[in-house]
């Protein structure tokens, strides 16, 4: 007799679901669920292109603008409460910041400074720009840039201009809604629709986004395959 708590689609993969989606598929969910779970922990923080770890593995970055969920979504991508500060002072971190992952190590991420807020002096913007562009510009190892974009308000011009770095330095970068739970369904499905129509006008940018909330969990675990994607 069947089980009548198990419905015979158990298995089935989620509707509109691509099987063979290297981010979707479950076999690299189940994969890459595996390494986060694995450790995970702070290397170092670097404020200028000196102090950088050594190009011993590949990279991840993840870029966005202050307040745009980028601490929130590295915690919930690696399942530590704390690992990146969630701050409420905008702006106050300008360093690049490295994670090692895996023991051995298998890669490192790599949280950039926030661009975009309120009130930065001048030179604080103009030493941003230095640094985040000679980073993407001289790092070999850098394999992709995850740029986080707010769902509520999609693209904006402060993101076109890291945006248009990685198009120039020819870094592979994918866009990644946050705080997908602050809207509607409808309005993230246009959301979502109009991001994909930018990425596809850009030549580094992956033609495919993810929508996270780091809230509700949703998108972290594809999220967490994309980086593995990455890597591989
Ligand atoms: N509702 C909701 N709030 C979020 C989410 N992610 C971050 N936040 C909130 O947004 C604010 C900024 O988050 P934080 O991770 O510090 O952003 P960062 O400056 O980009 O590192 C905090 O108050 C978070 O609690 C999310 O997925 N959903
Ligand atoms: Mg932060």
Redesign the pocket.
């Known amino acids: 007799m069947t089980d009548p708590f198990q419905p015979a689609e158990d298995n089935q993969p989620q509707a509109g679901v691509d099987e063979h989606d290297p981010v979707r598929s479950p076999e690299a969910i189940e994969a890459a669920r595996k390494v986060f779970a694995g450790p995970i922990s702070f290397l170092k923080s670097a404020p200028a292109l000196q102090f950088l770890p050594d190009p011993t593995v590949p990279e991840v970055a993840f870029a966005?603008?202050?307040?745009?969920?980028?601490?929130?979504?590295?915690?919930?991508l690696t399942g530590r409460k704390a690992l990146?500060?969630?701050?409420?002072t905008?702006g106050r971190t300008q360093e690049l910041n490295f994670f090692d992952v895996g023991e051995p190590m298998l890669f490192r991420l790599v949280?950039m400074p926030?661009y975009g807020f309120a009130k930065a002096p001048k030179d604080m913007v103009k030493k941003w720009r230095f640094l985040v562009n000679d980073f993407l510009r001289g790092r070999q190892v850098l394999k992709r840039a995850l740029v986080?974009i707010d769902a509520r308000h999609g693209i904006k011009d402060v993101d076109r201009e890291i945006l248009d770095m990685l198009d120039k330095a020819a870094v592979s970068y994918r866009m990644v809604l946050?705080?997908?739970?602050?809207i509607k369904a409808t309005e993230l499905q246009d959301v979502t629709e109009r991001t994909i129509a930018e990425a596809r006008k850009r030549p580094a940018a992956h033609p495919d986004i993810i929508a996270?909330?780091?809230?509700?969990g949703?998108g972290v675990a594809e999220l967490r395959a994309a980086v593995i994607e990455a890597i591989g």
């Open positions: 966005g603008r202050s307040n745009v969920g980028k601490s929130s979504l590295i915690n919930a990146a500060r969630t701050s409420v905008p949280d926030g986080l946050t705080k997908a739970d602050k996270t909330s780091s809230e509700k949703m």
